[in-house]
């Protein structure tokens, strides 16, 4: 069908007549500019032009208006924990496909997808390589090449698409959170449900409600020892008070001018944990000139900055007349950030670093919860002795146990990365040593970081420290920290104490770091380093020394601390364009293992029985052409009473398989000892280890039982049990199942796990007083319908128990937003 806004087409260049754009300026309204790939895709079918009238007049009103949204581009990018069910899925939906008569091709996906194997095990791959023969439009970034948002920053991205003859803004959603960290180059991009985005890949458009956007104004400059690192623990502090969740972020002013792309991309990595959607940079001189120094093509360049300047999308961040209209505008002042890390438990309780010592004394003693360990005055001063490797050695509340420079927040930022290995140096110069129990560990971004870290001659100090490169993807950030020695954890049980695990990531949750790391703080690498030598965080850096060289000196952090000019003068030095160019050039072939795999060509994948890691999903059984209604859910159990801010990582967790859990009875049943187990992220496509991998965490806080932990009642018993088992016995009873939860269910991680699992456990409907939005969309995907309570409303309100049973009236029109009635 045609579009009825082609009359606005015209060309970029009189030169270059085919390659066109639509021109903004001719509707003389600016409103429409940030609707214009649904405008391209206007096509009064899918997107009818009275939709973006609507749309329109919903930003002066403040109406909410749903609108299908459409992506071009490289459109998706896949992570590999949500690569690996959305392949299986693939798979699966072609032998569905073939029972009902029809052509297994036509599960095809029509949405490029970028998939990056962040890290796999070979029976993984072996999927993958038969996906990237299998599927049309489906490009597989093999092992070893980075992590999925570094790789899209440094390579994938475009900022201007140049596709079929039109140019227009580059614009992805990908299947994990942290695809925001594109937005700080200027490409809107936003995370999404690994089951939302099979739909995307399907060819179907993403439909959202027009968002809010918040205005962030940046101002000043950062002080000289202040990190991006910290400016984005403020930041996101700042913005979970504002409240911003379902909301868009645009920065700007004067400000932002001051952060490099890299420092861009560090605040908008970590929108998940500030609650928004987007966290969006507009392009300027500064993005353009990343372009160049990553070693994108100069041509393109070229016409992306022109392009830019004939839609008036290209931003001068100190003239305020260019600043937009926003629903609210904060500010931020960059000189009053401070070095600081945020911790014990979640990414938003920012803590200075010099109060980092007194907040953790606070933290100990303080009731359970968030901020708080309870742990008994008596207590605090705890030692326990322990061997390590024939030395001996002691262990107390706050003693580092785990010091990682991981996640994609941090590993893309030169500046960071660099001032962690100059600091190394001087540390080592200096006569400092880690305690070698601790487990360190370095798990960079792409292999650019590898390149410039041993170009500039700081990599072998990083060594020396212990902080060795274990591999590219996400590692300690995830779970995947690997085990603690044995003689450590025996000690931390002992002593009952809280250990610490000190990480540049982006997640800090309870269960999800380690098991045996109660604490655990976001700080930036420079900051990892220092905690490390120092083996505590009950340690003042003002006033105390990082440690006692071999000839008696005391070293302090600001003996070794690297100015600001020091890691710039590096930074221009080693971070150059051949760099970039060098490593990606030889991406998708540089891995000599994937290369020589030798997968199936078939068009229906070969499940392999005897496999523990891959295994056809029971989604699609006894699916049937016709449309099934929705039905009402009658006398449900609750299986699990939640309060405030569980995660996907409590929901489902990724880290090491316990071994008295539900999925190790299952894989010890298969012949596996528990040394074989690996974690429950390794095998996200097997179902059978994720349904009782469901409500594993081992944080876990229900309130129906009395203590931390993975359990539930089953109430036609009165047992308590395995919160597997239960769900299992519910289910041989033809009993359906809901959830009760507080604020912020589902927050976190964008896993469709944490909406599958609950839907194989026989799990209906979830009452919750907030949802986190992607968390949200996969519920809705698995037909796990997500309830909410009235305003002014809760469980505590209502007088609810749990032990009561739900009957919850769904009639057929059912619609988002309608009420639902609910007896009990």
Not at 334 to 354: E, F, I
């Amino acid at each position: 069908m045609s579009n009825p806004f082609v009359q606005i087409v015209e060309p970029l260049d009189a030169k270059q007549p085919l390659k066109k754009f639509f021109n903004l300026s001719k509707l003389e309204d600016a409103r429409y500019g940030i609707m214009l790939i649904s405008l391209m895709n206007c096509d009064e079918f899918c997107l009818l032009p009275v939709w973006l009238q609507v749309s329109v007049l919903s930003l002066r009103t403040s109406a909410e208006f749903v609108l299908p949204f459409f992506l071009l581009s490289h459109c998706l990018i896949i992570f590999y924990y949500s690569g690996v069910p959305a392949v299986v899925d693939f798979a699966a939906m072609r032998d569905a496909v073939k029972k009902l008569g029809g052509d297994p091709e036509n599960i095809n996906p029509i949405c490029p997808a970028d998939l990056v194997i962040d890290h796999s095990i070979q029976q993984n791959t072996l999927l993958f390589q038969w996906g990237s023969q299998a599927f049309k439009n489906m490009r597989i970034i093999p092992p070893g090449s980075g992590i999925i948002h570094q790789v899209n920053l440094e390579y994938l991205a475009r900022v201007v698409m140049d596709q079929d003859g039109y140019y227009y803004p580059d614009s992805v959603v990908g299947t994990d959170s942290h695809t925001t960290m594109v937005d700080g180059l200027g490409v809107l991009g936003w995370g999404v449900g690994g089951i939302e985005a099979e739909a995307v890949m399907l060819g179907q458009p993403i439909s959202m409600v027009l968002p809010e956007v918040v205005g962030y104004k940046l101002l000043g400059n950062p002080q000289p020892l202040v990190t991006s690192t910290d400016i984005v623990l403020t930041i996101t502090k700042h913005l979970r008070q504002v409240g911003v969740v379902g909301k868009f972020v645009e920065f700007f002013g004067p400000g932002v001018a001051q952060l490099s792309i890299a420092d861009r991309a560090t605040i908008a990595n970590m929108c998940p944990e500030y609650g928004a959607t987007a966290a969006y940079f507009p392009v300027d001189d500064i993005s353009i000139g990343y372009l160049v120094q990553t070693g994108r093509d100069k041509e393109k360049i070229l016409c992306t900055k022109k392009y830019l300047e004939a839609v008036g999308m290209l931003r001068d961040f100190k003239n305020s007349s260019q600043d937009p209209d926003f629903t609210q505008v904060v500010e931020l002042d960059l000189h009053t950030v401070v070095p600081c890390c945020s911790g014990p438990k979640r990414p938003q309780d920012k803590v200075a670093v010099s109060d980092m010592k007194k907040d953790f004394e606070t933290c100990l003693g303080a009731k359970q919860g968030f901020k708080g360990f309870q742990i008994a005055p008596d207590r605090h001063n705890s030692v326990i002795k322990f061997n390590f490797e024939g030395c001996d050695f002691e262990l107390a509340h706050g003693s580092v146990v785990i010091a990682a420079i991981t996640s994609c927040t941090n590993t893309s930022n030169p500046s960071v990365m660099l001032g962690a290995g100059l600091l190394a140096k001087k540390a080592v110069e200096a006569g400092l040593t880690v305690k070698p129990y601790i487990k360190t560990s370095l798990s960079p971004g792409s292999g650019v970081v590898t390149y410039y870290l041993r170009e500039s001659g700081v990599m072998s100090y990083l060594s020396q420290l212990g902080f060795d490169v274990v591999g590219y993807g996400c590692m300690t950030c995830i779970g995947n920290s690997g085990p603690l020695p044995d003689s450590v954890v025996e000690a931390i049980v002992q002593g009952d104490l809280v250990a610490v695990g000190v990480l540049s990531g982006n997640r800090n949750f309870e269960g999800r770091v380690h098991p045996n790391t109660r604490a655990n703080y976001l700080a930036s690498p420079p900051l990892v380093i220092a905690y490390a030598i120092a083996g505590t965080v009950r340690i003042d850096f003002e006033e105390e020394p990082l440690g006692i060289n071999a000839s008696g000196k005391k070293i302090f952090l600001k003996d070794i601390w690297p100015t600001r000019n020091e890691i710039q003068a590096v930074e221009r030095q080693f971070v150059i364009p051949g760099m970039f160019k060098e490593v990606y050039q030889k991406i998708e072939t540089v891995n000599e293992s994937w290369n020589a795999l030798d997968a199936p060509s078939d068009k229906l994948y070969t499940w392999n029985p005897k496999s523990t890691y891959i295994k056809s999903p029971p989604f699609f059984d006894g699916l049937t052409l016709a449309l099934q209604t929705p039905k009402t859910i009658e006398d449900a159990y609750v299986l699990l009473n939640f309060g405030d801010s569980v995660t996907t990582d409590h929901i489902s967790p990724a880290g090491n398989i316990a071994r008295n859990s539900p999925a190790a009875r299952y894989l010890t049943s298969r012949g596996l000892t528990p040394r074989e187990f690996n974690s429950y992220g390794s095998r996200r496509g097997n179902d059978a280890v994720m349904a009782r991998g469901t409500f594993a965490n081992i944080r876990l806080v229900n309130k129906f039982i009395d203590k931390q932990g993975p359990q539930t009642v089953h109430f036609p018993s009165g047992e308590t049990l395995d919160v597997f088992d239960a769900a299992e016995r519910y289910k041989q009873a033809g009993h359906p199942l809901i959830v009760l939860a507080g604020k912020e269910y589902g927050a976190g991680s964008s896993r469709d796990w944490a909406a599958k699992g609950p839907f194989l456990l026989g799990v209906k409907a979830v009452l919750a007083e907030s949802y986190e939005r992607i968390h949200r969309s996969n519920l809705v995907g698995m037909g796990v319908i997500p309830l909410q309570y009235l305003p002014g409303e809760d469980a505590r309100t209502l007088g609810l128990t749990g032990r009561e049973r739900y009957t919850i009236i769904i009639p057929e029109n059912l619609k988002p937003q309608m009420n639902i009635q609910i007896k009990v």
